[in-house]
């Protein structure tokens, strides 16, 4: 056989297409591809729920790539062990409790279970705005091309609904501030100081839903709250995720 | 117990340092974090070679993360889909012999599975230079931060020593032009136009040695034959990969 | 009714998805939205023959629309006034000879002419390189979107398949150049000084096909050839475009 | 008759400045050239109204060349359907009630319209302020060639005279910030989120003279009326061009 | 001998990890390295502090290399000559009261003996967070590589712990504003207007504790206390460096 | 009488206009506005030249602005004094033969006696090509606003018609190159090591007619020649610009 | 006698340097080189007054080198024609009380006589702050090179000191602004909208001392006061110039 | 006594002025302040020769700040340990024949060294050009504030006249180049390969006189020479210097 470039471009532009507009529509999205919003997504995929995650980023894996001052490694405290065990990601003891990963192992190895679980992942997509109507609730989410902005261009969006929202953006929080920014009841506090043994105790119970249909996990959990700051040490963010999927599984599946 | 930051930066600090140090002298040195240099990486670790994947962006995964034109789909001929049944990456057959897979999944567990076999990877990390010696053999990789150029700053290299290079670096195959460049007897002929199916052809017999140390894989071993190019089809990057590994182990493990 | 943002999102993909698909494979590619690649996609559609102009920026018109030195006319000699008149652009005798017309109203109506033919436009795309096989023919594209370019990103293109390609790209004979410089026998001879008479005097004879399946109109036939420049008169762009289209309109249809 | 360059440039020249001195006093000044603003001035033109439209880019068209996330398609509701017959712009029905058609073809065939009306198109031209006197009532533009701020340069602008000025900057609604940022009374509300059936049902309330001789379409209507965004809809783009259209003439027609 | 450059790069790597690591926990953090910076350090560490000096740049000396407009020389009053003899920086009276000195040497000086008295200097180290707690006290820096953010990178930093940080870091006062940015209770007053004999006269009594744990000294103490600037006379900034390595000292050798 | 904003502008679009309409043909186009462009066409303007010249940058001067290093002194030789006499620019002897004038007022002086003695200045005018017909004489420029390529735009320049160049476009001799590039036969040998005594003797010599119709003068005679660099002295400008003026009005006036 | 580049070099920097050393202290210091602070300090000198006119850019002219939108002409009303004709500034009445000139002739006269006058010139010169001391006056500047900003570099200004500043620095009124930032007793209300005539009427009414030691004229004057802006017509920045002068001129020599 | 700012500025410009003039005429003067070139300074100075280092930017030191990348440390072998110890700098012996030093202390005392040993250094001070006469010596160099170059502005240089150049220039080899490229006959043959043991042992004989009056030492000397790198070692470059030092000391002192 004759492999022919047109069938090839064919098979990606068809495949990818009919996968955009069927996401058009979707239970969860979750917007930014950091290890919250990675773990998040795998879990809401596995149980059963439709999830599409958003990066407006070429890669997936946020700031976990880069590990502490570029040294690719990671940490997990004891209580985050099991999920660092659940998705195959090897992990040693450096003291009683401090467990230390890979950080390119810890990306890719969430990412796979995200993918086998069946979470679609969209890159290059930025949010522009959300959806809000009449009913005051979070609705659907307004996205771009990334490269659009990067590039300086004007160029319209297209429109996705969705049932519930996770921001996973991160310390910038991008969802809650687009709904704040425009109005929404949602006050925003903003990150504090480093101190990670607070923001790795708090950070569940600040993962919780901000604004009808808005859920935060990650460090855009706390910096909604204007909790601290915790550095390197993953297990809030893993546990985070794990908490949102839960929250957000059960606002979509039973309302 | 209360979670202590200078444990954790020190947890993050003494363990890469170690891997670092220890890293300083390996096997084989893969330059080019694609899915041509994945492959070869997981292989070559799976073979029991202590091998290292240098990478000068933050994230691994190199082109394949924006499949074709921004979508994330990549196609694989049928003599390559046992590399990616191999590695767990689920595809769909488009018409007979173009199998469909998505960029995201491919990339992570290509990236999961070198992990799992114990290649090492080195990523923000960028390749200046090549050691040579007097018995003009390529013996070793002069490296530093990425950041440093992006920065703009000038501060001097560290060295690594190798047996092997697996040049894996695409259309650039900068290992190659280095070596050229500076007088080695290794003539580049730079790539030839679009043509699909000769590229994925021809391209495991221009994997291969181009200079004593020095292996070529992916594109960098199209570009150095002048051979055609082939765009998002990717079998014969994975094929590549798979005989680099071949061509290295045999090369460091029974010189 | 009430609108629903789904639904147009729906109805822009799935349209253009269909469009973009159903271009993977056509008869003449135009590239550069220019006032002799429109002519041509015109008269080329007017002729039944399945046409898809490329153009790399976001807007269609190319250099028209400045007119000169920021000036928004355009002069157009007498000769070439009946194309003018054929596409209902209004124009004024400055001197004998000398037709004055302006840009905005040439660039919109000319667009609308071939819109209203059937010409399919495809804006925001740059051609990356050019197929050709075995028999040493031109036979398709490779094009990608060129914000992607512009965002400094790496992303693999994809492939349309052609019977003939018009080089409309200017003065940088942007295909004319990409065969040219992997070895293709297309000797380029460059830009001449200005010379507005000789230069609109040759280039209907410049307008050629200079390789297997790629012909050359407007300034990059002239670059081609090493004429002359002529400045903002536009009588040569129109009649060589529609020269263009009689040319690969006979190679498509009459092969 | 051999072809001249400088009574080429001549005629460039003198007939555009004669032009632009004609201009410098005017009816009704338009800024901005995407659909609603063109849809405006061609119904300024076509009612006998001396209209220039102001555009600072090169190209006129603004946002809709690009359609939705680069996918050049529009749609337009049932209630507009009669606008895109008007101007013989093609669409197709999708779903009961969203046509829709190709952006190039929608934005050529607008310009076109409004060049035969009549209508006068100055690209490149930014305006800076606006003149306001002692009667409190917008009586002109203080305008500039946009490439003075785009390379840096600090030149002082000229000043044009007219009877009402339509802000049909879009987002940003640049006028009517003009006038508010200097002590004009005229509340600005700013975007809400997206939510175009209401944005699209609203738009034509929303156009109206918001300060003595300043008239808003399009999305700076809605952007001062702080109403929600309708995302790549153009049917209230183009109903409230031609709102606007009436209301500017009558105002200019029989003040 | 053969030199071997992995010994070399294992030289560096070794020793300079263990440093990082032992100074992951420190007595005093110094922030800047500009001439009260180094002047605190030097003296610190002459009384048996563990001090640790961190500067964003690559190069150590801050804004004295430039002397006064690029004519690199600095002026010192009389009440401080004795710090320019102590150091060994040689100067010359140009006016009685008024002594010169190179400003090549007076960096040089200061930092060649900071070293020998052993303060230990990290370079290319950017401050980005605070570390306060429970207690309100400041207790440890987030740092990471500058280049990292001169990159535009996102990569998590790491976390040192400290007694007792002083704020050298010039007109910008960045730790005093990073802990009242984020609510700690010190008020920033900015700089005044240029008087020198004024500002010099008062910078021993702003150098003191402004936050538990926090000591500014140079600039930034006048800078929090809106005292005015005073120009390329550098007496005050020695000597307020020499006041901070007091009060610093104390407060960690005899809390 | 009320000032009038429109007049204003129309005063100065409409003189200006017919100026831009009445230089497309001139007799002498002097491209550089540095002090030999600046002599040159003073003295042209004298003798009842009709010149124009044309500058890229905003202002008038070139490098004589700045003297040297920025200290905004000019040296003059004996030779030449009488030049800086004749323009009424005041000189003070340093040392025998050296006179040292203010950069700001030697540049201001010679500007205002060329526009007392009629030359007309163009500002913010790049030239982008050069006119060569089939007697093979440089025949005219091809100009456009500067602004637009720094602003990176695509658009058509205008043509103006002269009798003679002189080209006074400092080291890049651009126009000199412009007719190399192409294909005139004019070597250029480039500027050489700074020898002062020797650049400044010869460079009477080298101030001629280069090619047919094209005379240089300053810094573009000595690169066209080969000369030596001279540094901040400037009587050899002055005297070459005086005599670029001599050989040009002798080629236009007596051809 | 042979050129000798030492001695070049030794005459400009020992010239200007005592001069710099003389300027340290001076009468009035005019800040801004445009149209009324090249007249204002052209009058000071012809009073006999020590001044130094202070401008960033290399060269000096302000915004009037480029016109009205790069058309480079002024337009100049009856009542300030008289100072055109005392600088010998060619102008041509366009309608009654409309006075053409050119913009070059202008900058270059207006200049030329600043110097023959005897005011010194300082380009390249950045004001960072101004001096003000226990009673409250505006008693020096704070100055640098400007290309230490444009470099992005960080090194010491130095200070000169003057009995008055003339804040001549156009829309930005730079001088003030300092004065306000820091405490001063100061409001500014910013520039109004273009009102030529009211502009032009009541500049004088605002050219005026607006704290102790600081006059502020030409557009710096308007933006202090509120007042509206004029556009292309120049009349009110001479005669706001002549009465700064007047202003200024009184306050140093009579005090 | 009250500190009077005026004072301030004109002990620095005074003093420093003094010392530019002085310097306009030297023995020798070296081209780069990294390891080499201070070495070099430090030894000629101490050997009675007036010595001037020009340093292009801010700060003195070039790449040795950064040490190996950005691990602050260098090492220096056991054959140049003495010159560590003569310049007081600290070292600890890592394994035998190889001395680890803190990159900020070996940087600091050798410029402190060099300092009181009376070389002169001036920092941003860029080499534009050198002066060859008709006996084909370097004779000089011409210089200009590098600031100017980083600022994108055009003013000339100065001249300054020299017995010899030390091109310490590092890998660019700087005026070894400028000579070449104008006709110098001086073939440079780049930079080899990594090959530290070769590199370091070849230096020495690479430090030579490469032209009449211009001496090459450090990365300088082995980039001209075609010799191997040699990365973060660097006693061959302090070696290197001292040789250099020896020899122009001995061409200038008994020419």
Redesign the interface.
Known sequence: ?????????????????ET??EY??LDVAVVGGGPSGITCAALLAEKGVKVGLFEKK??????M???????????V??EAKRILDRF?I?S?E?????H?A?S??A???L??AA??AGAE????IAVE??????DGRLA?L???????E????????????CKAVVDASGHDATIAHMVAK??GDLPIR?????????A?GNILEHTREVFPGLFVCGMAANAVAGEC?M???FGGMLLSGERAADLAAAAVLHP
Chains 1, 2, 3, 4, 5, 6, 7, 8 share one sequence.
Not at 94 to 98: C, I, S
């Open positions: 056989m004759e492999l022919d470039e047109v069938t090839i471009s064919r098979a990606i532009l068809a495949t990818q297409m955009m507009v058009l529509d070429l890669s997936i894996g946020g700031g790539w880069g590990g502490g001052m570029m040294f690719p490694r990671i940490v405290q004891a195959g090897a040693k450096f003291e009683p409790g401090y230390v890979k390119v192992e990306v890719s190895k990412t796979a993918c086998t992942f969209f890159n290059l705005d959300v959806v809000i109507k009449g659907g307004v996205v771009n091309w990334s490269p659009v990067m590039a300086g261009l004007h160029i319209d969006p297209l429109t996705i609904r425009k109005g903003g990150e504090g100081f480093m101190w990670a043994d607070r790795e700051r550095g390197p040490i």
